[in-house]
């Protein structure tokens, strides 16, 4: 069991996203994380820098299109999460954190409604 609030930090996670927060949201992130996008290919991001590139070009497409928390869910080892952009294109990403309470890895995915439809991430 950890001794730190996985909910709580997915949800600085979301509140990061909708401000668009980089800083803030790399800061939740361990300095060696692995994030795993399997939106429209998979694609595997590791480390601070590579997170950096990502999520910036990501911040800007959640705050064109509209991001909605739709589901948190706390899973045995971590947390899952549903949200929507646009209110229609629905993803679903998985938390895992390490013990010193930061994301160690991440892999996003499009909802199995949205398999059809391209992803923004």
Known sequence: MSDFDQMGIVVDWVDACRKGDLATL????ADDAELECT?????RYRGRSELE??????LN?????GFALEEITP???GVDLEYSLAL???????FRFGPEGKIERMRC???????HDA???
């Open 26 to 29: 790399l800061d939740l992130y």
């Open 39 to 43: 939106c429209n290919h998979t694609r």
């Open 53 to 58: 590139t990502y999520w910036r070009s990501q």
């Open 61 to 65: 497409a959640f705050s064109s299109a």
């Open 75 to 77: 899973v045995l080892h």
């Open 88 to 94: 229609s294109l629905h993803i679903c990403v998985s």
């Open 109 to 115: 995915m499009p909802s199995w409604q949205d398999l």
């Open 119 to 121: 992803c923004v991430c």
